[in-house]
């Protein structure tokens, strides 16, 4: 995303968070009862904190609250990572999510782990449009994830990956029809 995320801009991704049918269910229900709801809800607020240079030590409290969230629900990101817009994380537990970039309609189930080596040169992942990672899948390293593109419960993946793919195994490799993902 270019630029600072503004107060409109803000609203507009908390209302399509509100809306996604992959939650289901009321505003008040989700925020409550659904623990990834609630962290990308609180996390959109905690990016958007950031971007304001007034607000700026509400950011550095609602960070604590953050990382409270994070050891809570088992979700972890950068506070400095824009979650782009229908970005579903499907059940808490065991998420680790550092990509260089990522794309709209993400999907994304328990244990997924997604970014560099370790190594302060490695690049991290790029990640396109309409994706879906299985649960305890791994994306690690300077690579590409292309649109529509599925990665199996399970699956390492080291290598680019085209679109339009579905991979599974260790290492991931292309497995069945290529035009099998259901649209987010």
């Known amino acids: ?6 107060f ?3 609203v507009s991704e908390l209302r399509d968070d509100a809306l996604n049918p992959n939650y289901g269910g009321s505003f008040l229900r989700n925020i409550f009862l659904v623990p990834p709801y609630k962290y990308i809800f609180h996390h959109r607020i905690c990016y958007w904190l950031h971007g304001v240079k007034l607000l700026r030590p509400f ?7 953050l990382n409270h969230l994070r050891i809570k629900y088992g979700i972890e990101m950068s506070s400095k990572f824009h979650i782009p817009r229908r970005f579903t994380i499907a059940h808490s537990g065991g998420i680790v999510f550092y990509p260089a970039s990522c794309g709209e309609n993400v999907y994304i189930r328990h244990g997924v782990t997604v970014g560099g080596k370790g190594r302060a040169d490695s690049g991290a992942p790029r990640i396109g449009n309409r994706v879906e990672f299985g649960a305890h899948s791994i994306a690690i390293g300077d690579i590409s994830i292309g649109d529509n593109t599925r990665i199996a419960a399970g699956a390492v993946v080291t290598k680019d990956i085209p679109a339009g793919s579905t991979v599974a195994g260790i290492p991931a490799k292309p497995i069945g029809d290529q035009n099998c993902l259901r649209i987010l």
Do not use: K, N, P, S
Request: no cysteine; charged share 20%.
């Open 1 to 6: 995303m270019e630029g600072r995320l503004t």
């Open 59 to 65: 950011y550095y409290i609602y960070l604590l609250y």
């Open 8 to 10: 409109r801009m803000l």
